[in-house]
């Protein structure tokens, strides 16, 4: 750990900077939060270099932050602490003390960090940007998510993507979770403002299959 603090030589006060912009981009409650948990956060995660992670999670960052550029290590370890801290949203806001063993196990944390820092690198979806104003697309819930029913605005019916059918699979790179509603997405793509990177996800062959059957 001594090794690898020193050969990343990474600034805790840059890495939780870095954290709460991240975490602005996906949860500003959240963020709003950040400020009073930095203590916390910097014992956990920060002073530890992620070793508080099961081994192969730890290993896995280690890896990520050795092969990025050394002006974005502060920025990947940042994101990776962003990530921790989503899976722990209700400790980190409530009223109590928050120890370590409060905070759940994050998985797949530099997978999705690198996703929180670049969302078109994930792979199956389509990423687009929207500007200021509304994005034109309704949605309706589904057993699979959250599915594009419909366009509000011209120019959306003749983009690219999305498309009917399509799945709101993620926001500013951070998955939505699977069992988010209408009004949960409407909140945070109302918190998260403009630009805003929305990931969505084309249906499979079966579930295109089964909306056909839904529509006759």
Known sequence: LDAASAKFALDADGVLDACDAA???V??????ALPRRRAVLKATYVDSLLATLPETEAAACWAALATAPSEKRAEAAGAMVA???VA???ALLGDDEVSNE????????AARAARLLDPSSEVGVEV???GPGPLGVLLTRKPRGLVVSNFSLPERRLADAP????VLA???GLPLPPAATLSDAVTLLKGVGRPVLVAFRSPTPSERAADARQAA
């Open 23 to 25: 975490v602005k981009k």
């Open 27 to 32: 949860d500003p409650e959240l963020a709003n």
């Open 83 to 85: 990530i921790a801290a």
């Open 88 to 90: 722990a949203r209700s």
């Open 102 to 109: 409060a905070f759940p196990v994050p998985s797949s944390v």
């Open 128 to 130: 687009v940007a929207f």
């Open 163 to 166: 498309q009917i059918g399509d």
């Open 170 to 172: 993620a926001v500013n």
